[in-house]
C-alpha cells in the first residue's frame, strides 16, 4: 500500500464550507494517468491537484490537475491551494511557482493574509453563440468567445444570473468547455456563474481560470486594471482582480479543512 499525503482546502474561501473545493496530494513521481484520474474520481471535487519537484529547472514544482472525468488545461482554485499547502509549510517562503503542461508557468504568493495567484489573461472576442445562449438561457446583451473553451455570456444585471436555469446535459453535450455568464455586480464590481457540465462539473463554486477570462474582459469594460468580482454559487466565494500586462493576478484566501493520508 502507497501513503499519499493528503490535503482537501477550500480556495477563495476565509471559513471553511465556502471558496471552492479542491484535493492536493504531493508525489514524488508521476503515477500512471489512469491512476490520477481514479484518485480524482474518488475524491470528486471539481479539481485535485497534484504536484511534485520540478526537475526541469523551470520552477519550483510541476503541477497537473484532474476533475472526476478529465484532465484539464489549467485550474486556478486548485493552483492557489497547492501554493496555500506548500507556503503554510514554509513560513520564511514569500512565493512559490509551478511549472503546467499547457498553461505554462504559475505563481503563487503571498498578500498581506492571502495570496496572490499570477494565470495568464486569456482575453475573449466578440462571437455570436445562438445554440449556447438558448441552452444558458435568459437574454445576454453581449456574447465573447476564447480558443474553444471559454464562453463568455454577459447580462444586463446581477439578477439575470442568478435566475438562470441552463440545460446542463445539453451543454454537456457540446464539450468541455466552460460557460461563464456575468454581469455587473452588486456588493462587488462583477458577479459571475460558471457552468462546466462537459468537465464534470455542473455548476462550479469558484473558478479562478474563468476569472482569467473574466480579468482582461471586465478590466476593459470598467477602465480600470483591477476590480472586485463574486462567484455566485451555492458555496460563493470572492475573488479580488488585477490585470497586468498578459497576466491575471486573482487574490484571495485558503482553508485547509482536511490533512491526512490517501492510501493507495
Known sequence: MTNLPYYHVDAFADRPFTGNQAAVMR??????????????????????????????????????WFTPVIEIALCGHAT???????????????????????AGILTV????DGYALDLPAYSPAPKDLPEIVALVGGSPIETQYHEGR??????????DVLALKPDL???AALGD??????APGTDTDVLSRVFVPGGGVDEDSVTG??????????????????????QASQRGGHVNCRLDGDR???GGKCVTVVQGTFNL
Open 150 to 159: 471559454y464562453n463568455v455570456l454577459r447580462y444586463a444585471n446581477a439578477d
Open 109 to 112: 504568493e503571498r498578500d498581506g
Open 177 to 182: 468547455a466552460q460557460f461563464i455568464c456575468t
Open 27 to 64: 508525489l514524488e513521481t508521476w503515477l500512471d494517468d489512469d491512476v490520477l484520474q481514479a484518485i480524482g474520481e474518488e475524491n470528486n471535487f471539481a479539481e485535485t491537484a497534484f504536484y511534485l519537484p520540478d526537475d526541469s529547472g523551470e520552477a519550483d514544482y510541476e503541477l497537473r
Open 80 to 102: 492557489l491551494a497547492s501554493g496555500h499547502i506548500i507556503l503554510s509549510q514554509a513560513p520564511e517562503r514569500q512565493q512559490v511557482t509551478f511549472r503546467t503542461r499547457k
Open 248 to 250: 491575471a493576478w486573482l
Open 209 to 230: 481560470s474563468a476569472h482569467a477570462v473574466l480579468t482582461p474582459y471586465w478590466a476593459q469594460q470598467l477602465n480600470r486594471d483591477s476590480f472586485t468580482a463574486y
Open 169 to 171: 446535459k445539453a451543454l
